[in-house]
């Protein structure tokens, strides 16, 4: 069974310019998450999706950040214009409803120069 | 709201050691409670849980107790490897509302032939 699978894996941008990261779930899981992790610090909670819906995006920064999840499958994570700030790992996570385990993707590590 | 604390690292031991990583959580309600684990080069992985008061979860020799009178979930193991070097973040998941994992800020543990 196909992990979970985010890219890119790394990805360098100037502040202002535009990134998408994208997250493939493992098949048949409706809840996906997004986190971040910035500087070593504690990993933070950004939104949920359940299918295609967003159940919960408190955790959003700002208006800058605009996630997606088409027809429930893939989601993209979009920072537009990016600050530095903004610069740290995505994660992209995805589980089963009843179980509460999640099951992470590597992570996009994301440096906005 | 809900958070989760756990000791600074990095830490760093002998092989063959006893490892203890404090956690201590809180929360309304009864959350569950895990450990999840970065390998260098990967992305997290659950490495144990536990749903309810006095359990005990346990893997690859690793075990952590779920207390609620002193709202901890610390983690051991009896004799470290190398091998475990890497990257253990304590997290909780709160239900009803959803399923949004809260991690604390990861503790490196390096482990020395």
């Known amino acids: 069974e196909a992990g979970v699978t985010q890219f890119p894996s790394h990805s360098v941008i100037e502040k202002g310019q535009t990134v998408t990261l994208r997250c493939d779930p493992i098949s048949g899981h409706d809840n996906l998450y997004w986190y971040r992790r910035v500087m070593g610090k504690e990993i933070k909670f950004l939104l949920h999706f359940v299918k295609e819906s967003k159940q919960d995006e408190s955790g959003m920064p700002n208006n800058r950040f605009l996630a997606e999840r088409t027809g429930g499958t893939y989601s993209t994570l979009k920072v537009q214009p990016a600050e530095l700030e903004d610069s740290g790992v995505y994660f992209c996570?995805?589980?089963?409803?009843?179980?509460?385990?999640?099951?992470f993707g590597e992570g996009s590590r994301l440096t906005v120069l | 709201g809900n958070s989760v604390t756990q000791m600074e690292g990095p830490v760093t031991l002998s092989e063959e050691a006893f490892l203890t990583i404090n956690c201590t959580y809180t929360?309304?309600?009864?959350?569950?409670l895990f450990w999840y684990v970065q390998y260098p080069g990967e992305g997290l992985q659950l490495l144990l849980k536990a749903t309810k008061a006095d359990d005990k979860g346990s893997n690859k020799g690793f075990e952590a107790t779920y207390r609620k009178e002193t709202t901890s979930f610390h983690l051991e193991k009896g004799s470290v490897q190398v091998s475990d070097s890497a990257v253990y973040f304590c997290a909780l998941s709160d239900r009803p509302g959803g399923f949004k994992t809260i991690f604390g800020a990861g503790t490196r543990l390096f482990v020395k032939a």
């Open positions: 929360a309304t309600g009864y959350p569950s």
């Open positions: 996570a995805s589980g089963y409803s009843t179980t509460g385990e999640l099951f």
